[in-house]
C-alpha cells in the first residue's frame, strides 16, 4: 500500500480512539457522536456546520476535528470564520483519547470573530485542527482555511 494513503487510514483509526486521558490545558470531551475527523489540504477553502448532534467539549460547546499531514518544521497558518456564531480554533498533536498536545488556540486573533493562529509542526505527521464555538450550544455554518508557509 503506497505511503500516503496508509497515513490517512492510520490518520482514521486514531481518529476513532477513544480514551479518559486528557493533556494540561486540554478541554475535556464528553461526546454526544465522536467527532470524525476529515482531511485537509492547504490553500483549499473547507466548509462546515456545528450541529446539535456534534461532539461535544465540557464546557458543551460543540466542535468539529480536521486532520493536516504536516512536514517536520512547517509552520501552518488556521483561520476559522463564521457569521452564525463565535468560532474558537484549536491546532496540536493529537494526544491520549481526543486531548491535543503542544496545541495553540484563538478567539478573534483574525479580526472580528475570527479565530487565526499559527502552527509549527515539530514532526512529520497529522496535525489536528479542531473547528469550535466559543460558547455553549452556538451552531451553524464555518468556513476554515490552512496556508502553509513552508
Known amino acids: 500500500m503506497p505511503v500516503r494513503p496508509l497515513l490517512v487510514l492510520l490518520c482514521a483509526l486514531l481518529l476513532a480512539t477513544r ?10 470531551v464528553s461526546a454526544v457522536r465522536p467527532a470524525v475527523a476529515r482531511m485537509v489540504a ?3 477553502l473547507e466548509a462546515g456546520a456545528l450541529e446539535d448532534g456534534d461532539a461535544r467539549l465540557d464546557d458543551d ?11 517536520a518544521g512547517e509552520q501552518i497558518q488556521v483561520r476559522l ?3 452564525a456564531f463565535d468560532p ?6 493529537r494526544g491520549a483519547g481526543t486531548a491535543l498536545l503542544d496545541a495553540v488556540s484563538d478567539d478573534d486573533s483574525g479580526g472580528g ?11 512529520a505527521g497529522p496535525v489536528i485542527i479542531r473547528a ?13 482555511r490552512v496556508k502553509s508557509g513552508q
Do not use: E, I, K
Open 19 to 28: 480514551a479518559d486521558a486528557q493533556s494540561p490545558g486540554a478541554p475535556a
Open 42 to 44: 492547504a490553500g483549499r
Open 61 to 71: 460547546s460543540r466542535y468539529d476535528d480536521f486532520v493536516y499531514m504536516a512536514h
Open 81 to 83: 470564520s463564521s457569521d
Open 88 to 93: 474558537y480554533l484549536y491546532v496540536g498533536r
Open 113 to 123: 470573530t475570527t479565530a487565526q493562529v499559527t502552527y509549527t509542526a515539530r514532526a
Open 132 to 144: 469550535n464555538s466559543l460558547m455553549a450550544g452556538q451552531t451553524g455554518r464555518y468556513t476554515l
